[in-house]
């Protein structure tokens, strides 16, 4: 049996297979509320090991975009709630994804007349869609007080608990892509004085700190966190090296420490073997590699003594039996980029399955 459709176990994890389908906005929920589509869509793609779930903001300044799921009201948990039960029905695991987009985002898309926020008042270059202006430039974001960022902290513990309370398996932290917990690691874009600036150390303490109260409120096997070493997504400009191996051989042994569940390394062109096997070396725990694989690559990749688990992004677009086009060496769908962030079923829950 191909090695990637066969039982995975590690530290107390165990997953059906070795597949893991990787979080991905698709802008369905309208109100920033989960629904029946979203419910559709992510059973349709359960056969995966474990499903990441979609970026999903703890705060409402934190829906950077449009028609994203938030899960920081009563009425997102409910909503997710029929998720997670579609998902547990077909025998899958669901992990959600907490994003909160920061300086990315534009304030026509975070409800109320709130603004956008940062860990500066540096606005990224750039335009961003909205559903009421079109295409806008990112919103200058109001940098964050010191309360402010501990207040952000709360409300990704707060979120944490209302994911568990939804249903899902767990949470994924977003620390990649250019969003706030990036932001924080950047040492042009976080130009802060206090307790989250200066050192490396420093401008990793927001992550440290939601990690570590994560762990105390849901449990440390149900937090895992993405990173992204070395990206410049998002107008994060690439910075020395050096420092940026050391912040995540840092950031690796923190992890370490607190004993989550995994680290998703989201892989880049900058990213080196010396700075992958310092973060390997440093956590002993389920590393997930993602970014361009193929079923072939994806193999290759769980040989080479990085990885536990591969993610697939795009392949899980169009090919909701992804998992079964790999048993049968099947034929893959052709993605329809046009509808990949409009709403409703078109592009989203029409693909068709093999059989």
Request: aromatic share 8%.
């Amino acid at each position: 049996m191909n090695r990637l459709l066969t039982p995975f176990q590690k530290n107390g994890t165990t997953l059906k297979n070795h597949i893991v389908m990787a979080p991905m906005t698709r802008s369905r929920a309208i109100n920033n509320i989960p629904n029946d589509i979203m419910a559709k869509y992510y059973a349709q793609r359960s056969g995966a090991g474990l499903i990441v779930a979609e970026g999903t903001s703890p705060l409402p300044e934190g829906l950077g975009y449009s028609r994203i799921p938030g899960i920081y009201s009563p009425e997102q948990v409910e909503g997710w709630k029929k998720v997670t039960e579609a998902v547990h029905a077909n025998n899958g695991r669901i992990f959600l994804q907490l994003m909160h987009t920061g300086r990315v985002g534009h304030n026509d898309n975070v409800p109320n007349g709130l603004q956008i926020i940062g860990v500066s008042d540096i606005p990224a270059a750039g335009n961003i869609h909205t559903d009421n202006n079109g295409m806008q430039p990112y919103s200058t974001p109001v940098a964050l007080t010191t309360e402010g960022v501990e207040k952000v902290i709360a409300g990704h513990v707060k979120a944490a608990q209302n994911a568990i309370a939804a249903g899902f398996d767990g949470v994924e932290l977003h620390g990649a892509h250019g969003y706030l917990l990036e932001q924080f690691l950047h040492p042009v874009v976080n130009n802060r004085t206090d307790a989250y600036g200066g050192s490396f150390e420093k401008r990793a303490k927001i992550i440290v700190d939601i990690v570590q109260q994560s762990v105390a409120a849901i449990g440390k096997e149900k937090v895992g966190i993405r990173f992204s070493p070395f990206g410049s997504s998002n107008d994060l400009a690439p910075y020395d090296k050096a420092e940026a191996q050391a912040t995540y051989t840092y950031l690796a042994q923190e992890m370490e420490k607190a004993g989550i569940a995994y680290i998703h390394l989201s892989m880049n062109e900058f990213i080196t073997p010396e700075a992958l096997q310092a973060i390997r070396n440093a956590y002993t725990g389920t590393i997930i590699v993602c970014n361009g694989l193929t079923p072939e690559t994806a193999l290759t990749t769980l040989d080479n003594g990085i990885a536990d688990l591969v993610a697939f992004g795009k392949p899980y677009l169009a090919n909701p039996d992804f998992d079964q086009r790999i048993a049968v060496n099947g034929t893959l769908n052709e993605l329809d980029f046009t509808t990949l962030f409009s709403p409703g079923e078109a592009g989203y829950t029409d693909y068709p399955f093999l059989s």
